[in-house]
């Protein structure tokens, strides 16, 4: 039971209360995913089963695309709803031509700091769980990609709000992209609601619920990377197996699927049996799979 499953994720749950979700469901043990949604977000969450855990570093989850509400006149200590509040603004005067002009800003390549309440690391510790003891320290400046900043919806008012669609490159921390709109028009912001709508190929119209959750669901390992596939004759199979590298024309010329002439492929003998990479004439297997 190898495979990949695109969950909805509600509200209210971690992305590691999913993963013991999808592992009952299912009766295995090895599970995981690749990347988390905090608590209150909602959206796309890829999961792997099985050995596809092992694919997780290949598989690509870019572009993201979300959906956010951003909250103007109050910030927040963890730069979404639930923190406490550091800060309130009367926002009555953010108009909705002022806020599309501020956009272009924040398209390409930019500058963002982490906030507190990230997953990474400082000196072995997660910074939110520093953040949790009160502890705050300096984070650098990390370079993200903005894909496009599209403006949905803008309600103005005391509190005005802007839905916004992002698609962006992984890193990206959409409450500090909230936080920092803000910024630049001089008003106190948080992100006040989330929902993840696509991580890669992986899109929420298609995103089951826990109720639709079968083996059957389970995406298909070489269909989730999109590599280029190729098959292989059992003498082929037995030498891969031992991670030997095989000639690739006699590989080449018995192909149905289109087929890597560079680059990276998956290779086929009944299940899926390696990834490999084209070395001259030879495939190179450097990741080995159990039958």
Known sequence: MDGFLNIAKPAGM?????????KRALSQK?????????????????????????LLPYLNTEP??????????????????SG????EADASGLGEKQLADVLPKFIGEISQVPPMVSALHHQGQRLY?????????KRAARTITIHALELLKFTPGERASAELRVTCGGGTYIRTLCKDLGLAL??????????????????????????EITPKALIPMHDALGWPTLTVDDAQAADLKLGRSVPLTPIMGNQTRNSPLSGLGVVYN???????????????????FAG
């Open 14 to 22: 971690t992305s590691f209360d999913v993963v013991a979700r999808v």
């Open 129 to 137: 769980d520093l953040a949790r003891q009160g502890i705050t320290v």
């Open 30 to 54: 090895r599970v995981g995913h690749a990347g988390t949604l905090d608590p209150d977000a909602t959206g796309v969450l890829v999961i792997a089963v099985g050995q596809a855990t092992r």
């Open 84 to 87: 406490e509040t550091l800060e």
């Open 64 to 81: 993201k695309i979300y959906r956010a509400l951003c909250g103007f006149g109050r910030a927040t200590s963890t730069e979404d709803a």
């Open 270 to 288: 009944d299940r899926l049996l390696a990834l490999v990479r084209v070395e001259g004439e030879l495939l190179a297997p450097f990741k080995v």
């Open 186 to 211: 001089g008003l106190p912001a948080h992100m006040a609601t989330l929902d993840r709508e696509a991580v890669g190929e992986f899109r929420l119209e298609t995103a089951l619920a826990f109720d």
